[in-house]
């Protein structure tokens, strides 16, 4: 048997799955478990979806794998093109990946080689934010404020600085919900002045913050104020929309929420919404062309980019969510979900805030209201609700860490964007049901 731990459920034997279908898993005893996460926010169409299993099936049939360096491919073509076109034209030129957390330092990767092609040699520091997550890779981690999993490969990370998270629920000290983004775009100037602005290649941030935060969106007005700042000195905007991208938020790009483009942005997940495993850079032209002007083309890239059957599977994917309208599911739905989360856990004085933006919605836990203290990290008060859920059938995605690295509980639904409305009743109220009986227990 398989054994288990790095999502938080402990060592115990984990069951053997079988099947899916929509937003059902099914394991090889016969029990059925509704997918409230997406596992970590990845199913965008659910599982199973027949179309994407024969596009799939049919590239393979053809080919199943085109070295990227010797050949191109329609798949590859046609989902760069809905790509560029879907987030809007903002970007010209799509690196690819296997996962987010290539997705990721590919862009730490062409952000280097950008400045690099100037001749600007001296701009290789990054800046990333506290309480934040951007895979696993030892460049991704290095611009990770998560404590708890940075702490066994310290010594070997990238020097970054870090600057504080834009966290309107736990505010900074002497500062408003009102003066949030000011306050913060004034600490990220004065962190690129410490260090010197010809030494800052880029500042790497997620606009909704998934597992580090539990699900938290900027203050209105942040990502405007960074992207001035970061223009300000030259600095590339690198933006992580591997969770929260994709059409998670109501929108295909998170940003476009804010009314800003970064420079690079980083998607993955929902991509090919976990059929097969696919990340992508996307870069805009000011970045690219001294690149290609210099160099030729990126310098980064793996021997399975541009995976010619996971093109297959995103370009399906990305066709179902357009032609059946998912992205204006997720917007209007996703406001009436949330609210029948908050609702349903309403009745708890330990939920201290329930947040977030289409079908991806924070739960952080508290064990007084008022003072918002934390669960002590001893409890694993996330990791017991997840248990609870999990045993009662529903798949949702507990995290810790997020008040100070270590304590601090939350807990993230993400269900598929063609959820239906009673799928999505059976998820909050198994919700419910977990966090009652975990606090029963207490």
């Not at 073509?77 to 560029?84: I, K, P, R, T, V």
């Not at 991704?140 to 708890?148: E, M």
């Amino acid at each position: 048997m398989a054994r288990g731990g790095g999502s938080g459920f402990g060592l115990e034997d984990l069951p053997r799955i079988s099947h899916g279908k929509g937003s059902y898993l099914y394991d090889e005893a016969g029990k059925r478990y509704i997918d409230g996460s997406g596992g970590p926010a990845v199913f965008s169409v659910g599982h199973s979806h027949p179309e994407v299993n024969a596009a799939v099936a049919r590239q393979m049939d053809a080919v199943a794998y085109g070295y990227r360096y010797l050949f191109t491919s329609s798949a590859l073509e046609d989902l760069s093109e809905m790509m560029l076109r879907v987030s809007g034209n903002c970007f010209t030129d799509i690196v690819y990946g296997g996962d987010g957390s290539e997705a990721v330092e590919s862009a730490l990767k062409v952000a280097l080689q950008h400045f690099a092609a100037r001749g600007l040699m001296k701009k290789r520091r990054f800046i990333a934010r506290d309480r934040s997550w951007h895979g696993d890779t030892l460049g991704a981690l290095s611009i990770s404020g998560f404590a708890a999993r940075r702490r066994a490969f310290e010594g070997s990370l990238l020097d970054v600085a870090f600057v504080s998270a834009a966290n309107s629920y736990r505010l900074p000290d002497g500062c408003s919900a009102a003066s949030l983004a000011g306050f913060l775009a004034a600490e990220l100037e004065r962190t690129i002045l410490d260090l010197g602005p010809d030494t800052v290649a880029a500042f790497v941030f997620e606009p909704i913050v998934g597992a580090a935060g539990g699900v938290m969106p900027a203050p209105a007005g942040y990502a405007a104020a960074i992207r001035a700042v970061c223009g300000k000195y030259d600095v590339l905007l690198i933006a992580d929309e591997v969770m929260c991208g994709a059409g998670r938020s109501g929108t295909w790009r998170a940003l476009e929420h804010d009314g800003v483009v970064p420079d690079i942005m980083c998607v993955a997940k929902g991509l090919a919404g976990g059929y097969i495993p696919l990340g992508a850079t996307l870069v805009t032209a000011g970045v690219s062309a001294p690149i290609f002007s210099e160099h030729g083309a990126f310098m980064t890239g793996h021997t399975f980019s541009g995976h010619t059957a996971a093109c297959a599977a995103g370009l399906a994917v990305q066709r179902i969510i357009e032609r059946d309208q998912l992205l204006e599911r997720v917007r209007t739905a996703g406001a009436a979900f949330q609210e029948a989360v908050r609702d349903s856990l309403s009745k708890f004085d330990e939920v201290g805030d329930v947040r977030g933006r289409g079908f991806f919605i924070g739960i952080e836990f508290v064990q007084n209201r008022k003072t918002r203290a934390p669960f002590a990290q001893s409890r694993g008060f996330s990791y017991d609700v997840g248990r609870r859920a999990f045993a009662d059938g529903l798949i949702c995605y507990p995290c810790s860490g997020n008040v100070d690295g270590a304590a601090g509980d939350t807990i993230i639904l993400a269900p598929p964007y063609n959820a239906s409305d009673g799928e999505l009743e059976e998820i909050a109220s198994k919700l419910a049901r977990a966090v009652g009986a975990a606090l029963g227990a207490g």
